[in-house]
């Protein structure tokens, strides 16, 4: 390697640890989302829900800001296609965190609307372990993102059926309180709502995960990663049963 | 301009060219996937609905394909400014198509659930016109994208607001389906999941539209863009209403 080559290597590094710093910050802000957005509606903070959903802004900002970033040094420094490799996946990666960021704003977004109606026996709580969970979920994928740690990211992603199994029995819990009360229908829906964005934030963090494992070992995981929600398919979420 | 990056200029036209066949290609199979979901249920035909299901392997390796290829493109050409933001905005186009592809496949999950109950008046019949909406509008975008033509991408994006209306007048008929009748709850809750899933295709469009927009112009299209899912925040959708 030439000196100049080494110089090039090295800018891009410094561009890239530029840009993995706006990735952890952006997960922060994620993170943060997803934990307020819950606890709002369980404590019924509207302010709360109302600072969630502003947030998002910031969150939607970085993602820009971190496509910018990547494109022009792309087009500065024309990487290697393992560097090219790296900066496609911080793209994929922001991408995942505003999705879960958005989530976040739309569970938010119905805090108001719950907050009118008597709250549902256990649900609010329920939903919030489960969000908790993908909070940790998150800050665990970022970790092995940052650590290219490929172990730490499968772990992650065998987690992700804890979270479709929280989901799972959500779903059974809200069809049973809508056909006990109907007065309980409305309420209901909007916290199945919640309960599937949740299980959609696992999803994208499992995404990132297959991203770090991508990177490190140069394969994608097995297609045939279990999937969770059985509500689609599983004849037993009749009313019958 | 020397002969050779006159050379290198129609390498990058013809990499790209090739690209967008397989964008082409794929919007074909997302846009088939759309309404077959959508029939399978209306007609009850569970084979055309595991057809829908199955076929989502070949989308998903289009996307697979085509963002290898951008990512061979790029390193191999060294493209501009302006070329690399075209490369950009055809991973990001294929990624909308992928999760367009996405639900589909998830509706067409839930046709052989819905296939064992009693068919809920009319929305089956409602779901298949907002899904030959979306259909519409995913047509109409793929073009405004080849032809470069920000008008009509300006235009799809104004029609999503139909489809937008479209859910919200399926949502209050689905929370009055279930609280007429407690048996109705189950079927409603997964039609819900359809139609909110069809919305979601046509947020995706758009997403594909405003990048057309900013592929033309250079800006991304107004931040305030109507959003018009009001089920999240509108209290006339509680029981007392």
Same mark, same amino acid.
């Given at each position: 390697?030439?000196?100049?080559?080494?110089?090039?290597?090295?800018?891009?590094?410094? *561009?890239?640890?530029?840009?993995?710093?706006?990735?952890?910050?952006?997960?922060?802000?994620?993170?943060?989302?997803?934990? *307020?957005?819950?606890?709002?509606?369980?404590?019924?903070?509207?302010?709360?829900?109302?600072?969630?959903?502003?947030?998002?802004?910031?969150?939607?900002?970085?993602?820009?800001?971190?496509?910018?970033?990547?494109?022009?040094?792309?087009?500065?420094?024309?990487?290697?296609?393992?560097?090219?490799?790296? @900066?496609?996946?911080?793209? !994929?990666?922001?991408?995942?965190?505003?999705?879960?960021?958005?989530?976040?704003?739309?569970?938010?977004?119905?805090?108001?609307?719950?907050?009118?109606?008597?709250?549902?026996?256990?649900?609010?709580?329920?939903?919030? $372990?489960?969000?908790?969970?993908?909070?940790?979920?998150?800050?665990?994928?970022?970790?092995?993102?940052?650590? $290219? *740690?490929?172990?730490?990211?499968?772990? @992650?992603?065998?987690?992700?059926?804890?979270?479709?199994?929280?989901?799972?029995?959500?779903?059974?819990?809200?069809?049973?309180?809508?056909?006990? *009360?109907?007065?309980?229908?409305?309420?209901?829906?909007?916290?199945?709502?919640?309960?599937?964005?949740?299980?959609?934030?696992?999803?994208?963090?499992?995404?990132?995960?297959?991203?770090?494992?991508?990177?490190?070992?140069?394969?994608?995981?097995?297609?045939?990663?279990?999937?969770?929600? !059985?509500?689609?398919?599983?004849?037993?979420?009749?009313?019958?049963?």
């Amino acid at each position: 390697m030439t000196a100049d080559e080494q110089h090039i290597a090295s800018a891009f590094d410094r *561009d890239l640890e530029a840009i993995q710093a706006k990735i952890m910050k952006m997960g922060g802000l994620v993170e943060a989302a997803i934990l *307020d957005a819950a606890q709002s509606l369980e404590t019924r903070d509207e302010e709360l829900a109302e600072q969630v959903r502003k947030g998002d802004k910031a969150i939607d900002a970085l993602e820009e800001m971190i496509n910018e970033d990547a494109a022009r040094l792309i087009a500065l420094r024309a990487p290697t296609a393992g560097d090219l490799r790296i @900066v496609l996946s911080v793209m !994929k990666i922001s991408s995942n965190l505003e999705r879960i960021g958005d989530y976040a704003k739309n569970m938010a977004k119905r805090t108001s609307i719950l907050a009118q109606m008597s709250p549902i026996n256990g649900s609010q709580a329920a939903l919030r $372990r489960m969000a908790r969970e993908v909070n940790e979920m998150l800050k665990d994928a970022l970790d092995a993102y940052i650590q $290219r *740690d490929a172990v730490k990211a499968a772990d @992650v992603i065998q987690r992700d059926q804890d979270v479709d199994q929280m989901y799972n029995a959500l779903f059974r819990e809200f069809l049973t309180f809508m056909m006990e *009360d109907p007065r309980n229908i409305t309420a209901c829906m909007h916290l199945h709502f919640m309960a599937k964005n949740t299980e959609r934030m696992g999803d994208h963090v499992t995404s990132i995960c297959e991203q770090v494992i991508y990177l490190v070992t140069g394969e994608t995981p097995d297609e045939a990663r279990p999937k969770g929600d !059985k509500t689609s398919t599983d004849a037993t979420f009749s009313p019958q049963a």
